[in-house]
Structure formats: C-alpha cells, structure tokens
C-alpha cells in the first residue's frame, strides 16, 4: 500500500520534524488501474519537490548558528557528531550498492522505487547531522573540519542523483533499464562511496593523531651528533 505523504511541503522556515512529515514512504506494489497510477504520479512529484527543497534547507539552516559552548567540549561534541554522520553514510553507502546491484538486475521499476526511498531517507539523516556539524565548524580541529567541508559536496550530489532517477522512473515506468536512469544510479553510489571512504579515511588520521598526541613524544637524539 502507497501511503499519503503528510504535511505541506511548501517552501518554508524548516524545523526538525519537517524532513519526516513531507515525505510518503513508496512500497512495491500493483499498479491495477490508472487512477491508482495518477495517484502515484502526484505523490512522487510532492516528494522530489520536498525532498530538494528540504535537503537544501537542512544543510543551510544550521550553518550560521551562534555555538558558545568551551572549545573542549566542543570538540568533543563534534567527534561524536561525526562518529554518528560517518555510521550513517556507511548504511547510505550499502542501500546505495543495493540500488546499484539492482540496475543490473531484471527487477521492477516498484522495487527501484522502494530502494531509492531508502537512499533518500538517509540522505535527510545526513542532511540534519551536516547541519549540525556545520554549526559546529568552529570548534572542530583541523582534520574534523575537513571531513565536514569534504561530506557536503557528495551528500548534495546524492541527493540531486537520487531525485534525477525518481523522476526518470516516474516518466518511464515501464521499464527502468535505460542509459539515463542507470547513469543516476551509478552517481548515487559512486558519491556515497567516496563519501564514506573520505569520512573513513580522515577520521582514522584523526583517531591516529590524538593517540600520538597523548603520547607525548619528543624526537630522539641522535648519538655522536
């Protein structure tokens, strides 16, 4: 069953909840007659303008906001911040390979429909996380600054890749097996894998550092220097 999305997906101030309420949640399903087909048409159609919209909105809202908590406990806050933002682009990273393996398949255009719903709410996870960790900027070290600069350009990419290939099926739902919609599809994943893997890979040296750091070494002197 197709349910209805909820809420007005109108350009607005956002608030929390707002990336929940505009969104439907698409299953596979049967499409018996064209009335249930135009009311999945309209459907998708609320959902691609909201999820651009909010996706946008989300990673801007929280960007200028005026954090006055002490620098160690801020850096603290956004370790933790990014702990949770790299998990969840790990999960982004499989539903994405899920898609992906799809468009190799003989599967229908329903169950494309399902595995971009999911993309697309990890992408609104991310989106409100990145807001947060924007907000936080000042106060993160050098390296956790970077992964937070670096995640902004592939989660936005993502999330246009994922509404391109929502409206591709929407115009062709006969079949999903055409250049354009595996093109955005291969995008999807490919932005959320160099997501995760620069998330990945930042944050290690981060982890690597602070273990060096409280270590406390100093350099060694050479004998007979």
């Not at 309420?21 to 999945?40: A, V």
């Not at 909010?54 to 809202?61: C, E, S």
């Not at 890749?161 to 490919?190: K, M, Q």
């Amino acid at each position: 069953m197709i349910s209805h999305p909820r809420g007005d997906c109108r350009v607005r101030p956002l608030v929390a909840s707002d990336l929940q309420k505009c969104f439907g949640t698409y299953e596979p399903t049967d499409i018996r007659n064209e009335d249930k087909e135009m009311l999945l048409t309209k459907k998708l159609k609320m959902g691609l303008f909201g999820f651009a919209v909010l996706f946008v909105a989300a990673v801007a809202a929280s960007a200028s906001a005026d954090s006055r908590m002490p620098n160690g406990d801020g850096l603290g806050q956004v370790a933790d911040r990014l702990a949770d933002f790299k998990r969840a682009a790990s999960q982004l990273r499989r539903e994405a390979g899920t898609l992906d393996a799809h468009g190799r398949s003989r599967v229908s255009w329903q169950t494309h429909t399902h595995q971009l719903t999911a993309v697309k709410d990890h992408v609104n996870q991310l989106g409100v996380t990145l807001a947060e960790l924007e907000a936080l900027k000042p106060h993160a070290s050098e390296s956790q600054r970077m992964a937070i600069e670096h995640a902004r350009p592939h989660l936005a990419s993502v999330a246009q890749s994922t509404t391109r290939a929502f409206e591709l099926i929407n115009d062709n739902r006969g079949s999903v097996h055409f250049p354009e919609y595996g093109e955005a599809v291969s995008d999807i994943y490919e932005h959320a894998d160099v997501l995760h893997m620069k998330l990945d890979a930042i944050l290690d040296y981060e982890d690597a550092k602070t273990r060096l750091d409280t270590l406390e070494l100093e350099p060694m002197s050479t004998a007979g220097s």
